[in-house]
């Protein structure tokens, strides 16, 4: 089992002028401590379950290329971005770019998009979710092409691509990691089953239940379930003085159980870094080898 960090708030107490510093330290300290991934939410105003929409909110990819200045072996992406926020030649090129610029440590993390306030707020489309999927399924099929270095015009339903060109190439091979975050059943775990390297669930009660529906889509596609990387999000209380750590690597131990191979998510209190430091010496050599 592999711990992963997500970065989803970026208010703190020195507030925007020592921002930069305290995130590079967050990313150093997590980095150093075993942490397997460092992640970053792509939204554009704060969500409800972390803050008011007021709250600071930096933009994803920006910030991804500010930390793999600041790290040296986690992987990098987005916990997710939201399919409709790019269009697939330019994301195609930021996760390349990310990948050559952090010595191959780039995913790319996408969904269906679910916050339409923020799209309104900032003037981007946000469409009926049926044609949200669309888009999706579309977008990774372009990403695929372009790192696959196939500059052939892409005609979709709501794209359309005259030439393709992707240069450089990722140094990820044969493609930078795609992991596809959300539960739906008929459609989201259908796109993991067919293009992806990775999913992540949240921790609901029925998580059992959503891996059997993978497995299932794994079969009707001819994939190998156990290909796919399966991520939880969990938050990461480690308490004031390292008191929950065992707490944590019990719940881990569960979710290994059910055939999880990475808990990535929120760790409370994250820029104050001892959390981090408890959870690199007490949780990641504990729950390694499950």
């Known amino acids: 089992m592999k711990v992963g960090l997500q970065i989803p708030d970026f208010t703190y107490p020195g507030g925007p002028p020592t921002l930069g510093a305290d995130l590079a330290a967050i990313a150093r300290t997590a980095d150093d401590a075993g942490f397997a991934t460092v992640a970053v939410m792509d939204h554009f105003f704060q969500i409800g379950a972390v803050g008011p929409p007021e709250n600071d909110m930096l933009e994803a990819y920006t910030t991804l290329g500010y930390l793999a200045g600041h790290t040296s072996r986690a992987k990098l992406l987005t916990l997710v971005t939201g399919t409709v926020y790019r269009l697939p030649g330019l994301l195609a090129k930021t996760i390349s770019t990310l990948d050559v610029l952090s010595g191959g440590r780039a995913w790319l993390g996408i969904g269906a998009a679910w916050n339409e306030e923020e799209s309104r707020g900032l003037g981007f489309p946000f469409p009926p979710v049926a044609e949200r999927f669309e888009r999706l399924e579309e977008t990774i099929q372009i990403c695929l092409q372009m790192w696959a270095g196939d500059e052939q015009p892409y005609t979709g339903r709501h794209y359309q691509l005259e030439r393709p060109l992707n240069r450089p190439q990722p140094l990820t091979r044969p493609h930078p990691p795609i992991l596809i975050g959300g539960g739906g059943e008929k459609k989201t775990l259908r796109l993991v089953a067919r293009y992806a390297q990775a999913c992540n669930l949240f921790p609901t009660p029925d998580l059992a239940r959503k891996l059997d529906v ?14 796919i990387v399966k991520t939880v999000y969990y938050r990461f209380d480690a308490g004031e003085k390292g008191e929950n750590a065992q707490q944590i690597v019990d719940d881990l131990g569960r979710l290994a159980e059910l055939g999880f191979g990475e808990a990535l998510g929120a760790v409370r209190d994250a820029h104050r870094l001892e959390p981090l430091e408890v959870i690199g010496s007490e949780v990641i050599p504990a729950v390694a080898s499950l």
């Not at 993978?214 to 290909?227: I, K, Q, T």
């Open 214 to 227: 993978l497995r299932a889509h794994c079969e009707a596609e001819g994939r190998d379930y156990d290909d």
